[in-house]
């Protein structure tokens, strides 16, 4: 059965620091998606992207987050300059034709310091 | 007034029981509803969906809303102690594909 991957697992970075969280979605999955759940706390959306941009950000979403979607399969979510609360979990999404069937991946816990 | 509520639970049953997992929302706009089930730091699996009003059924599960009363409810039949997890709602409007989550409901079954 085909499914959202996520590289890596789990990552610690100093806060500041540069990080890429990875994913892999499903083969034939046209819509991609970041959330993050913060340890205890609901999971929140963060941003949407199809057809090569952004379609919906929440306001979380700010300067300091961005998406590519650098070749056919690989779908990254980089913060530029960590805070400590940018540390939870961020799961990726994929959903093929219609975006309300959203598929997870298993998530990247990020442990900012 | 929070857009999705979702009792956190914990709800513990025994073996064998039925389950009634609820959640209540705010907005009259949402139109898309999910079950999501969540193991431990482990990530959402979706497992029922329904457009709009009605019951949808799979397996032990079935999914039902309530858009009159903003009212949607997962019932688990014949649980076993694998369904112990965390169960989260979500849902989304016609325009978008954001998800709007609800707490989760922690759920255990006890052999």
């Known amino acids: ?113 | 007034q929070k857009e999705v509520e979702q009792d956190p639970g914990p709800l513990s049953v025994p073996e064998g029981a039925i389950v009634s997992l609820n959640c209540t929302y705010s907005n009259s706009a949402f139109q898309y509803f999910m079950w999501y089930r969540q193991y431990s730091r482990k990530g959402p699996e979706l497992l029922m969906y329904t457009y709009s009003s009605g019951n949808k059924e799979d397996g032990r599960f079935t999914a039902q809303v309530d858009k009159s009363s903003k009212y949607i409810s997962l019932f688990i039949r014949d649980s076993q102690p694998s369904d112990s997890a965390t169960y989260l709602c979500a849902m989304s409007k016609d325009s978008s594909y954001k998800l709007i989550f609800g707490s989760g409901t922690r759920l255990l079954v006890r052999p």
């Open chain 1, 1 to 113: 059965e085909p499914e959202v991957t996520q590289t890596p697992s789990h990552q610690v970075t100093q806060m500041g620091q540069e990080v890429i969280l990875r994913c892999v979605p499903i083969s034939n999955h046209l819509y991609f998606y970041w959330y993050r759940q913060i340890l205890g706390q609901k999971v929140e959306f963060l941003v949407s992207f199809y057809n090569n941009e952004i379609s919906e950000k929440s306001e979380i979403f700010d300067d300091q987050f961005s998406v590519e979607r650098p070749d056919g399969s690989n779908f990254t979510l980089k913060i530029r300059s960590t805070k400590l609360e940018d540390s939870a979990m961020y799961f990726c999404a994929s959903s093929g034709g219609g975006g309300e069937t959203q598929y997870f991946g298993p998530g990247t816990r990020l442990l900012v310091l």
